[in-house]
């Protein structure tokens, strides 16, 4: 893909995000009805899961790219790996600390020691080491290996963090597509959200990828730089 | 309970992390792009002095 028609395709994303950020704002503040058992709380859920659901993307892409990595020995998918690494991870941050403000009034406690939140909170330590890590190798093709490997492990955490809900008794409120647990007037606030959530990973990842590309060329010019010495 | 101050902290603390980040992104991306610029100019007078020798 060209330059030109990357730039483009950047610009239409951020174009589609401008008016999609407020239509999620609006249809989960506004849209959305009142929930009777926790009132007007009950919103923060929008945001949350969709941050979660594009949290869990952005790892399932680091997965990826580290198998392709690992297959092909090509710089782009450690670059792109990377990226959605600290995307993930920017994601589960969000998640972290929405959910704890919601769990505040709702179960009067900020954190709990259940499965999915030690879980979430495992996940986030584990890609947060991985960025970590990366900074302490300095070959670059040793330090992409080492991340690939250490990205394909970490993920293992990933469906444990999906599936906590389903295998163990829990505090968090368990899946309320497949149970039923939210009611169809509430569903067009939510799809529209995890939609813009999902649109927005897209945006940042490709801006991100943009970054460490830009920094693997800066690599090179200073190794030309200095074997011209 | 009033529930409000939760609300408006949990999205004000989305658009605070989204904002740092992107923040981050583009103070990044300017500084390589001035790293590029700056390594670019070496290697190009480097090339120049060579030329003339």
Known sequence: MSRKIRSRFDTVLAIILIPGMALALYMALIQAPRESTMGDLQRIFYFHVAAAIA???????NFICSIAYIARRNRRWDSLALSAA??????????LITGPIWAKPAWFVW???????????VLCLLYISYLLIRNYIEDPEKRALVSAA?????FADT???WFSIRWWRDHHPGPMLETGGLA?????AFYVCVAVFQVLMVFLLRRRYCLETMRGDMELLERQSDASR | MNTMPYLFSAYLAIWIILA????SLWSREKTLREEVERLKERLESRQASADHR
Do not use: D, K
């Open chain 1, 55 to 61: 949290g869990m993307t952005a790892f399932a892409i």
């Open chain 1, 86 to 95: 600290e995307l993930g991870v920017v994601y589960l941050m969000i998640v």
């Open chain 1, 111 to 121: 954190w709990t020691w259940s499965p999915r939140l030690t879980l979430s909170l």
């Open chain 1, 150 to 154: 250490f990205g394909i492990i970490a």
């Open chain 1, 159 to 161: 469906p444990l963090v």
């Open chain 1, 184 to 188: 169809p007037s509430m569903r067009p």
């Open chain 2, 20 to 23: 740092i980040y992107l923040y």
